[in-house]
């Protein structure tokens, strides 16, 4: 049941809106969490930020290098591209040779990617994604629709499983580089991986928004005065559960991966969004915190 302190003066949702008061803990960095946090806002939720996970450049840049001018020479019949932020490295490499997305990437490679907010990235700039799961985003789902063989370039995180990497082999060869780095929030300026705002928010920043310490949103949780966190991704998971018991604060993960992180940490996984967006975040957080 929810703690009566994690609304705001009331305990029923305020002017019939599902989240009306709660205050709903987001573990993205703020230019990543613009349109959730309008989302939220819009359900009458009070969304504050604890960023837990930040991105830094590859260490080999060199090896990112090789893999990516290949790419340009069109010597891969697929990209395959799980994140959003592995778009925004291609487009940074894409930048370093004075060339467009659509430049870098030749029309004669197919281009596969997991989930909508990786998939508006590419499309933004200029290409065509010819395969995304319909269900599950994740590697998982990926591979449950995948028939195709062929040289596959896989640019992906230092700490990504091997899962998507091993499941492709079996069908083609695969080229897999790290394409950046998952280090506690913050990264070192010098290696900080430049991003744009994501999940369709084109925007500013929201015009305010609580961005809390790791000691103050514990003490929070502790309190009963937050009443869901939102883990975006595995990684999150493993932060969230390192701040300490989450209590009666429900826990919404992004997705099923980042639903099995957490329930391997020993978090109990309140909800899992039906689609990794902000409108099936705060869906999910709804359901939570409002059950039928």
Same mark, same amino acid.
């Given at each position: 049941m929810m703690q009566p302190s994690s609304r705001s003066g009331s305990q029923e949702p305020a002017g019939g809106m599902p989240l009306g008061g709660v205050r709903v803990l987001i573990t993205r960095s703020p230019e990543r969490s613009g349109a959730l946090? +309008?989302?939220?806002?819009?359900?009458?939720? @009070?969304?504050?930020?604890?960023?837990l996970i930040d991105f830094e450049r590859a260490p080999d840049q060199h090896a990112l290098d090789v893999a990516c001018d290949a790419?340009?020479?069109?010597a891969f019949d697929w990209l395959v591209v799980s994140s959003a932020t592995t778009?925004?490295?291609?487009?940074?490499?894409?930048? +370093?040779?004075? !060339? &467009?997305?659509? @430049?870098?990437?030749?029309?004669?490679? &197919?281009?596969?990617?997991?989930?909508?907010?990786?998939?508006?990235?590419?499309?933004?700039?200029? !290409?065509?994604? +010819?395969?995304?799961?319909?269900?599950?985003?994740?590697?998982a789902g990926l591979l449950a629709v995948w028939s195709c063989g062929g040289r596959i370039l896989l640019p992906q995180a230092d700490i990504a499983a091997g899962t998507l990497a091993a499941g492709l082999e079996a069908a083609g060869t695969v080229t897999a580089v790290t394409a950046y780095r998952t280090v506690d929030y913050p990264a070192a300026a010098e290696r900080r991986l430049a991003v744009q705002a994501e999940d369709g928010d084109a925007g500013p920043q929201p015009p305010s928004?609580?961005? !809390?310490?790791?000691?103050?949103?514990?003490?929070?949780?502790?309190?009963?005065?937050?009443?869901?966190?939102?883990?975006?991704?595995?990684?999150?998971? &493993?932060?969230?559960?390192?701040?300490g018991p989450i209590a009666g604060c429900r826990l919404i993960a992004i997705g &099923?991966?980042?639903?099995? +992180?957490?329930?391997?940490?020993?978090l109990e996984v309140a909800e899992v969004a039906a689609e990794p967006t902000p409108d099936g975040l705060v869906a999910a957080v709804a359901k939570a915190l409002n059950p039928p």
């Open positions: 946090v +309008e989302a939220l806002k819009a359900a009458g939720a @009070q969304p504050v930020l604890l960023p790419l340009a020479a069109g778009v925004h490295v291609l487009m940074e490499k894409a930048a +370093e040779r004075g !060339l &467009r997305l659509d @430049q870098l990437v030749p029309s004669g490679t &197919r281009i596969a990617a997991v989930g909508p907010a990786t998939r508006r990235l590419l499309e933004a700039g200029g !290409l065509t994604v +010819e395969l995304t799961p319909p269900g599950e985003q994740s590697a928004y609580s961005l !809390l310490t790791p000691e103050t949103a514990a003490a929070d949780i502790a309190a009963g005065r937050i009443a869901a966190v939102i883990a975006a991704s595995p990684s999150a998971a &493993r932060r969230i559960a390192a701040l &099923r991966s980042t639903a099995d +992180e957490a329930a391997g940490l020993g």
